[in-house]
């Protein structure tokens, strides 16, 4: 084969490592390096029987699953691309997006079954429909579905188009967008996974723990370690007593959770006599962490290693491996720790202003990045690629900054900025700053029409559980910390912050909610 690296060959380079090794575990369930092969042959030549070939678009729509996750590797064995749709979307939004990507196939789970059948009316051009697990009268069954492919079609294929997966964005504001992740973006990917942290040698292999959604960061970091000839631990629905339970009976190496979930690893009460030992890289991502959190988990020893990337350049812009959390006399390096780490070797990233001037260390400025990381485009939409791509660099939308060192700090998403009063306020300084109070479980800062100040700077806060918290208290907290500009003129307190599919908070619920 030439030309870039398949999702599956990622799976077949662990297989020529020991086909006999675990490959996925699940629920006291084991499948090896061979089994798995065989699975993904069977599926690809299913999917050749129906007329699924290369380039055809596949959707899965299940929960955390390992044959579901085979099924993502049976797809790019048949050269089709791969369409991760969220299971927690609502049934319009997937309906929307399956069209969007012109998918002719998906693969569901039977939980969603009633999802499929209230949207694959309106959608005529996905003329395959399996269901991973029962049966209903409109689609295939699993097993007769994967003897289709014991028919002896073509089942290894490598597509003339490296086009591997098809990404949803949000779609918050109008009709969402399909990113075009090819082959090179995810081999690159893997590439400074692999460079970048700590990873163990052959004879020793990785164990990855995924909680997470497979459908996005906890998915796409399973490919370095099928490279390795790891195993796979699947979780299929979030249970934070449960992941502790697994990291010390699997001896997990490496796993990845957002903020929201550390911080619940943190607070459990198994937290302090479980055995992490076994860990050798804990990712977090996917939104800012508090700084108070994070020395917390690092006094506790927890090898803890961030990521920064986006849909469009996926994980690996930036890093922090676990020895980045410390300074050169061993302490925890303190500064260090509300940036996201340094650019990965194989990204340039820089900072730009509005008229696409580049600027110099220290000045905050969008984020922009370059190199095979970086998407090809928006699929079918050149006018919101242009947009992304502007004076050559891939816009990410984040304001931030790079240090004397080296660290990159993200301030902001640019629609987040507040400006109140006539200064530039960024919200993730404030809710660092509210987060470093004890009884702070989570908050949001946000900008609201006033009169007076143009936007009044709004915090929304959960408080801890046990913790009480009083209002005035807490503003004097934070102007002691960041001055007065930057201390919130109103806050709240709710039971709960709004949250996406992935946890992370709803901003335009919140202003929407507060008359913003």
């Not at 993904?40 to 044959?67: E, F, Q, W, Y």
Request: glycine share 10%; aromatic share 6%; hydrophobic share 45%.
């Amino acid at each position: 084969m030439t030309g870039s690296v398949r999702l599956v060959d990622h799976l077949d380079k662990g297989a020529s490592l020991g086909g006999d090794a675990p490959c996925l575990v699940c629920d006291g369930v084991t499948w090896t390096y061979d089994e798995v092969v065989a699975l993904t042959r069977r599926v690809a030549g299913a999917l050749h029987a129906r007329g699924v070939g290369p380039g055809a678009k596949v959707a899965v729509l299940s929960a955390n699953d390992p044959v579901a996750f085979a099924t993502v590797l049976g797809i790019s064995r048949a050269g089709a691309v791969w369409c991760p749709v969220n299971p927690r979307n609502e049934a319009a939004e997937n309906r929307e997006l399956l069209d969007l990507f012109d998918c002719s196939a998906l693969v569901f789970a039977a939980a969603y079954a009633e999802l499929v059948d209230a949207i694959r009316g309106d959608l005529p051009a996905v003329t395959t429909l399996v269901c991973l697990d029962g049966e209903v009268g409109w689609a295939l069954t699993w097993d007769d579905f994967l003897a289709l492919g014991d028919g002896g079609g073509p089942v290894d294929v490598v597509a003339e188009d490296d086009l591997a997966m098809l990404v949803g964005t949000g779609g918050t504001t109008g009709r969402p967008k399909g990113v075009m992740l090819t082959r090179t973006n995810l081999e690159t990917m893997t590439a400074l996974t692999l460079m970048s942290y700590p990873w163990p040698t052959l004879p020793q292999r990785p164990t990855y723990l995924a909680l997470a959604p497979l459908t996005h960061a906890a998915g796409v970091l399973c490919f370095p370690v099928l490279a390795s000839g790891g195993s796979i631990v699947v979780m299929r629905a979030p249970d934070v007593g449960g992941f502790l339970a697994r990291v010390a009976e699997h001896r997990v190496t490496h796993t990845f959770l957002p903020p929201t979930l550390v911080y619940m690893v943190l607070d459990h009460p198994d937290a302090a006599t479980t055995d992490l030992s076994s860990l050798q890289c804990f990712w977090y991502g996917a939104a800012p962490m508090s700084t108070r959190r994070l020395t917390d988990a690092l006094e506790r020893g927890w090898p803890m290693a961030q990521l920064f990337g986006q849909t469009e350049a996926p994980m690996m812009i930036s890093v922090m491996p676990p020895s980045d959390h410390f300074g050169a006399d061993g302490g925890i390096a303190t500064s260090r720790l509300s940036s996201a780490g340094r650019p990965t070797p194989l990204v340039t990233v820089a900072l730009m202003d509005d008229d696409g001037r580049l600027l110099p260390t220290g000045e905050r400025g969008e984020i922009v990045v370059r190199g095979s990381l970086v998407m090809r485009g928006y699929y079918r939409d050149a006018d919101a690629t242009a947009e992304a791509s502007a004076h050559g660099w891939h816009h990410t939308g984040d304001i931030g900054f790079l240090d004397e060192e080296g660290f990159l700090h993200i301030v902001d998403r640019a629609k987040d900025m507040v400006i109140t009063g006539g200064f530039n306020v960024y919200s993730t300084e404030v809710e660092q700053a509210l987060m470093a109070h004890p009884a702070v479980a989570d908050c949001a800062v946000i900008g609201l029409p006033d009169e007076t100040w143009g936007e009044r700077l709004t915090a929304v806060l959960q408080v801890r559980p046990g913790e009480e918290l009083d209002v005035t208290e807490v503003q004097a907290f934070v102007k002691a910390r960041i001055g007065s500009v930057k201390t919130p003129k109103q806050v709240e307190v709710w039971p709960d912050l709004p949250r996406s599919k992935v946890g992370k908070v709803l901003k335009t619920e919140i202003k929407a909610t507060l008359g913003g």
